[in-house]
T-cell receptor, first 113, second 113 residues
Framework: AQSVSQHNHHVILSEAASLELGCNYS??????LFWYVQYPGQHLQLLLK??????LVKGIKGFEAEFIKSKFSFNLRKPSVQWSDTAEYFC???????????FGTGTRLLVSP | NAGVTQTPKFQVLKTGQSMTLQCAQD?????MSWYRQDPGMGLRLIHY???????DQGEVPNGYNVSRSTTEDFPLRLLSAAPSQTSVYFC????????????FGQGTRLTVV
């Protein structure tokens, strides 16, 4: 069965620091990949998604992620974080052709002003 | 656009009580699912449906019941609430095709005392 690992459970950064959150998945077939963000007290919002094509995908709010098939990874990056990026970030994977999303355990990001 | 609507947003139950969490979507999506979110565990799939009249169990189905009589609605029933069911519940829907994204509701925060 598909599984997703997010190795960073808590990350604390200062404003303007660069961010990289790791995400690895287990299934080696064709997958769809997602990053979701959950701001405090709010629901999940889609940051970005990868279906096919260019492995470097750009999302909202300056986030981007790179799909590296050989490493089963889909790491999230942002060159310069802001205080408003304080949130919990979830990586999710879906085997193509199926609808079930498998989520990682999430990474809580705290950005100090 | 209403998207995915969940009610109620907050609920407190006593152990042993039953209740139904409502989920409705207006996007004519075939696929709907219920997740629970617990600290440090990410989102785990409870039940899902690939269309009206078809439901199946996810990762953590015990203590929950679902039915799908219409495309729009996918209620989640707690048969006899237990403190272990204290969680935040999210409903999601997607169109069911290839390369599609899931849309999430606002969540229901349930406390069982």
């Amino acid at each position: 069965a598909q599984s997703v690992s997010q190795h960073n459970h808590h990350v604390i950064l200062s404003e303007a620091a660069s961010l990289e959150l790791g995400c690895n998945y287990s299934y080696g077939g064709t997958v769809n990949l997602f990053w979701y963000v959950q701001y405090p007290g709010q629901h999940l919002q889609l940051l970005l998604k990868y279906f096919s094509g260019d492995p470097l995908v750009k999302g909202i709010k300056g986030f981007e992620a790179e799909f590296i098939k050989s490493k089963f990874s889909f790491n999230l990056r942002k060159p310069s974080v802001q205080w408003s990026d304080t949130a919990e970030y979830f990586c999710a994977v879906r085997n193509t052709g199926f609808q079930k999303l498998v989520f990682g355990t999430g990474t809580r990001l705290l950005v100090s002003p | 656009n209403a998207g995915v609507t969940q009610t109620p947003k907050f609920q407190v139950l006593k152990t042993g009580q039953s209740m139904t969490l409502q989920c409705a979507q207006d996007m004519n999506h075939e696929y709907m699912s219920w997740y629970r979110q617990d600290p440090g565990m990410g989102l785990r799939l409870i039940h899902y449906s690939v269309g009206a009249g078809i439901t199946d169990q996810g990762e953590v189905p015990n203590g929950y019941n679902v039915s799908r009589s219409t495309t729009e609605d996918f209620p989640l029933r707690l048969l006899s609430a237990a403190p272990s069911q204290t969680s935040v519940y999210f409903c999601a829907s997607s169109s069911g095709g290839y390369n599609t994204e899931a849309f999430f509701g606002q969540g229901t925060r349930l406390t069982v005392v």
